[in-house]
C-alpha cells in the first residue's frame, strides 16, 4: 500500500538572543585569529539567533508549527 503526503506549507521561529558574527570577533579573535573570517567567508552566514538557557528544541518548533499551520489554514487536529 502506497502512502502519499504533501508539504502544503512551513513555518519558521527565531529565538530572540541574536549573535553578529562581530561579537563573536570580539569573543574568540585572541584565541584562534581569523576563525570567524574564514567561517563567515564559507558560510556567509552573519548572524546567529541563541535559545535561552534552559529551552529545548520543542521550544524553539512549538512556534514554527503552529505558524505552519496557520499559514495552511489547518489546525492541529487535521495534521
Do not use: C, H
Given at each position: 500500500?502506497?502512502?502519499?503526503?504533501?508539504?502544503?506549507?512551513?513555518g519558521r521561529y527565531l529565538p530572540?538572543?541574536?549573535?553578529s558574527?562581530?561579537?563573536?570577533?570580539?569573543?574568540?579573535?585572541?584565541?584562534?585569529?581569523?576563525?570567524?573570517?574564514?567561517m563567515e567567508e564559507?558560510?556567509?552566514?552573519?548572524?546567529?539567533?541563541?535559545?535561552?538557557d534552559g529551552w529545548s528544541t520543542s521550544d524553539v518548533a512549538l512556534p514554527a508549527a503552529r505558524q505552519a499551520l496557520e499559514r495552511a489554514g489547518r489546525k492541529p487536529e487535521d495534521v
Open positions: 500500500m502506497s502512502r502519499y503526503g504533501s508539504i502544503v506549507s512551513t530572540e538572543i541574536e549573535v558574527n562581530d561579537a563573536l570577533r570580539q569573543r574568540f579573535e585572541k584565541s584562534v585569529p581569523g576563525f570567524v573570517d574564514k564559507a558560510t556567509a552566514i552573519r548572524t546567529r539567533w541563541y535559545a535561552p
